[in-house]
């Protein structure tokens, strides 16, 4: 999610790719897979290979190239 009038000068990237259940038709996010995401969300934690912050000065940095 990204908020116009956010505070922290950074951004939170979460990949919760590898965090479901394989479903017939459709994969499933478990209650504790949607409970790990909002809590990284809300405490804006880093975990290696789910979370991390990134500067908004590296990503201006990256896209200008």
């Known amino acids: 999610m990204l908020k116009k009038c956010k505070k922290p000068d950074d951004v939170l990237f979460i990949n919760a790719a590898e965090h479901f259940e394989k479903g017939k038709r459709q994969n499933q996010l478990k209650p504790e ?19 991390r912050r990134v ?11």
């Open 33 to 51: 897979h949607i409970s790990k995401i909002i809590a990284t969300y809300q405490h804006r934690k880093e975990e290696p290979r789910y979370s």
């Open 55 to 65: 500067e908004m000065a590296e990503i201006e940095k990256t896209t200008s190239t």
